[in-house]
């Protein structure tokens, strides 16, 4: 494994020189899997490639955004024409009303939507916006989900359902954080006595509808009709972020699958076809705050950047075709099915959570369905299990808490392929 990697650990040690941890986002430093990253060089399809030249079946895809895979002909053929014409304008392109259009056909609860660069800007502008149309200040955030790291979203829950927040960062000021309530995600009661004593003072509720940033949490039957219901009895914003989720969990996203109307949504990812984007949008009454034509402002140099909305138009009429979902489905239960075998065959009880195409394997055999039972994986095991499905060539996210993301290009043979790597690599994890 050391000599397979040879030229990544050079690249790291000369990265971590320059570069806080060596890496520009946290988690790719591969340290809560104890070791250190693979340098990638090129993707195509289902596949990357090191720079040591090993090649890997890719189960991250970027974070999510590659659901077509690496290098997809037709994303490539418009960027390459889009190129032609210029890089940034900083003034309006047709491209964008174009991506708008698209997005707001898909999504019906969305009357408007605002582009942005990144996940984090989507979430951050959707709260101002929430608390600028209500008046009022608090948000409420669920234990586990992941919103970017905007300071108000960067909070850890107490133990109570209503202590105040603890910043999870330093830099966090307590004033900031005061402002956010944390409760456990799946548990309406204790959501509805923060309301019955709160309530009046919510500006909104933000949630991922299938958490997808403590491995995958379904959301149980009702949970997000009842949120639906309790954010409109008091008045709150529901925001539905669906950074991951939209255009994954169906067209459009986890909305469209489970029939929630959400006050606002927040997009990134797959609608940027793998270039930077991030989205905030919905009804009318409430997007029209937003400034120029309403008082609450946001901005962005990049906004709209004509690539990053360029591969997203692409990747998105890719996704109207017929049979998509119904393909990216087939594929990952055929995945989940053969990792649970597996993990039987070698003598391992884990708990398998998917929801379409973002699959999670917890090592661990009681149910998950919130923060505090996730938490009881066994991450010594995943580490374990992450490290042998890499040296067998299968790319895993490098925490037991982040989604498997199935894609398009992923292959029959291709997940055959994974799935014989996990029976080897589970038996090798059983042993331990
Ligand atoms: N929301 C969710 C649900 C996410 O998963 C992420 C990132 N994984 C974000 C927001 C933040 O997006 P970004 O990293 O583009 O800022």
Redesign the pocket.
């Known amino acids: 494994m050391q000599e397979k990697l040879k030229k990544s650990r050079q690249l790291y040690s000369e990265a971590e020189k320059v570069i806080p941890g060596g890496v520009n ?1 946290p988690v790719r430093a591969f340290k809560s899997v104890g070791s250190t990253p693979v340098f990638i060089k090129r993707g195509q399809g289902a596949l990357i490639e090191d720079v040591d030249g090993n090649t890997y079946l890719d189960y991250v895809g970027s ?2 955004p590659l659901v077509l895979g690496h290098r997809h002909p037709k994303v490539m053929e418009a960027l390459h024409q889009c190129l032609e014409q210029g890089t940034s304008f900083g003034a309006p392109t047709e491209l964008e009303t174009e991506l708008a259009r698209i997005i707001v056909d898909a999504l019906p609860a969305m009357d408007m939507v605002r582009l942005v ?7 951050m502008s959707a709260i101002r916006l929430a608390r600028g149309y209500t008046g009022r200040d608090k948000i409420v955030k669920f234990e586990g ?5 905007a300071d108000f979203l960067l909070i850890k829950a107490g133990s109570g359902a209503l202590t105040l927040g603890v910043p999870t960062s330093p830099g966090v000021p307590q004033s900031t954080a005061e402002h956010t309530i944390t409760v456990p995600f799946n548990h309406l009661d204790i959501l509805r006595k923060v309301f019955e004593e709160t309530g009046q003072e919510i500006a909104a509720v933000i949630v ?1 509808p299938v ?3 403590m491995g995958v949490v379904p959301p149980l039957p009702g949970y997000l009709k009842g949120l639906r219901a309790l954010t409109r009895e008091y008045g709150a914003v529901l925001i539905i ?5 939209g255009f994954r969990s169906a067209y459009g996203g986890a909305q469209v699958l489970f029939d929630i109307e959400p006050d606002l949504t ?1 997009l ?2 797959i609608i940027g076809g793998g270039l ?3 989205a905030y949008g919905g009804k009318r009454e409430i997007m029209s705050q937003v400034a120029p034509s309403g008082p609450v402002y946001q901005a962005g140099t990049l906004s709209g950047n004509p690539l990053a909305v360029t591969a997203g138009i692409a990747t998105l009429k890719i996704l109207q075709e017929e049979g998509v979902y119904e393909e990216l489905e087939t594929k990952s239960a055929q995945l989940e099915k053969g990792l649970r075998e597996a993990a039987g065959a070698a003598g391992l009880n884990l708990i398998f959570k998917r929801v379409g195409s973002m699959l999670c394997t917890f090592f661990t055999s009681d149910d998950v369905y919130d923060f505090e039972t996730a938490t009881r994986s066994n991450t010594e095991q995943y580490a374990h299990f992450f490290k042998l499905m890499l040296d067998k060539g299968v790319y895993l996210a490098p925490s037991q808490y982040e989604a498997a993301f199935m894609s398009l290009a992923h292959t029959k043979e291709h997940i055959e392929r994974t799935i014989e790597a996990a029976y080897h690599s589970f038996a090798e994890v059983a042993r331990l």
């Open positions: 986002s974070w999510g660069n990144s996940g984090t800007e989507a979430t989900c992941y919103h970017g790291h991922e958490p997808g940033n972020d669906e950074v991951m989720t927040c990134g990812k930077p984007v991030g």
